[in-house]
């Protein structure tokens, strides 16, 4: 796609085979023209683009963006919905938003991600119940329960936290092996290696 960039000096040039334009902004022009946001504007560049319309999008210089002179050669104007007292967007994040819609226009689900979690099973009782018994163990080693007439109140909070996480088997794993090496640290801290 690169390889099809042309230059022009002039934007008249540059816009002289398409048939509508849009002109990006993120401030406020005294122009009778219409204003749509990133979506709206994406659908009708996509209806024109469908009927063979040639479309394009204007996008402005880093330092102060589009002059009026250039947005009033465009057909309307796209805006982006940014902080009022702020109202600048730089080129890379205007041509983000504008792409990131029209790539959300042509997708069959555009809410659904392009990728998901790793599919993984929650962990089974016997797993949990295998954490609760190391982590307690390793705890008691610490000497964390303490007062000692609070470790049952100690112990069934621990457990529902990790109840109410919903781990999977890789967690309850990855959790073990955390145990294990706190453990493998304790003894040779105390010299039982």
């Given at each position: 796609?690169?390889?099809?960039?042309?230059?022009?000096?002039?934007?008249?040039?540059a816009i002289a085979d398409l048939h509508f334009t849009y002109?990006?902004?993120?401030?406020?022009?005294?122009?009778?023209?219409p204003v749509r946001s990133p979506r709206e504007a994406v659908s009708t560049?996509?209806?024109?683009?469908?009927?063979?319309?040639?479309?394009?999008?204007?996008f402005g210089r880093e330092r102060w963006g589009l002059n009026n002179e250039e947005i009033a050669l465009s057909d309307e104007i796209v805006t982006f919905p940014v902080n009022p007292a702020f109202a600048s967007l730089n080129i890379a994040q205007a041509v983000l938003l504008m792409s990131y819609e029209w790539m959300n226009a042509t997708m069959a689900e555009p809410e659904k991600p392009v990728f998901g979690a790793i599919d993984s099973e929650t962990a089974s009782k016997e797993d949990m119940v295998g954490l609760f018994e190391h982590l307690e163990s390793a705890l008691d080693d610490a000497r964390y329960f303490h007062p000692p007439a609070k470790r049952e109140r100690m112990r069934l909070n621990l457990r529902n936290t990790f109840t109410h996480a919903k781990l999977k088997t890789p967690e309850i794993h990855a959790l073990r092996g955390a145990i294990a090496a706190l453990e493998r640290r304790w003894k040779k801290k105390r010299g039982e290696w």
């Open positions: 796609m690169i390889d099809a960039v042309k230059v022009f000096d002039r934007i008249e040039d002109a990006t902004t993120a401030r406020h022009r005294d122009m009778l023209k560049l996509m209806t024109k683009f469908k009927s063979g319309e040639k479309t394009g999008i204007l």
